[in-house]
């Protein structure tokens, strides 16, 4: 499973300024899925839902480029020892509840992330074996930064 991940995210990096484009991919399709997020992010201040100004912006630029590096880095840790990972998930998760994130809003990422891996690699190479994987990958660590929101929730 991890090996398919690992291997579809190399397709992705192979993109000239991949982390760029794949991020405002991303956050394209999260507010096309959840537009009510929108004001949840700092970087849309002072800018409309959807604006092409907003993309353009180097907040909105910083803070998807942001995610895009924190998903390599997921992807780079996959192996057979997660403890580094899960601490790095926990500690995330803990800073998104801050922000106000819900477990919903884990399911919309998700559901972007995946519709944009499917964009980007293409459908011949976005096969369901990958998806799949992904799918299951981003479960899992959704549910690592769902245990570290919750837990920091309990030590308020």
């Known amino acids: 499973m991890a090996a398919k991940v690992i291997?579809?995210?190399?397709?992705?990096k192979e993109i000239d300024n991949y982390e760029e484009v794949a991020g405002e991919l991303l956050f394209r399709r999260?507010?096309?899925?959840?537009?009510?997020v929108h004001g949840m992010f700092r970087f849309t201040r002072d800018f409309e839902p959807g604006s092409e100004e907003l993309y353009q912006s180097e907040r909105f630029l910083q803070h998807s480029t942001g995610v895009i590096k924190t998903v390599d880095t997921a992807v780079?840790?996959?192996?057979?020892?997660?403890?580094?990972l899960i601490d790095i998930l926990h500690d995330l998760g803990k800073k998104h509840a801050q922000y106000g994130a819900l477990p919903a809003h884990y399911?919309?990422?998700?559901?972007?992330?995946?519709?944009?891996?499917s964009g980007a690699i293409g459908e011949e190479k976005f096969t369901n074996e990958v998806k799949v994987a992904w799918a299951r990958i981003y479960d899992i660590l959704s549910s690592t930064m769902?245990?570290?929101?919750?837990?920091a929730y309990w030590m308020e």
Request: aromatic share 6%; charged share 25%.
């Open 7 to 12: 291997e579809s995210w190399k397709i992705v």
């Open 30 to 36: 999260i507010f096309e899925i959840a537009p009510q």
């Open 76 to 84: 780079s840790m996959l192996g057979p020892d997660l403890d580094p």
């Open 107 to 117: 399911a919309v990422v998700g559901r972007a992330l995946i519709d944009t891996l």
């Open 146 to 151: 769902i245990e570290g929101a919750e837990e």
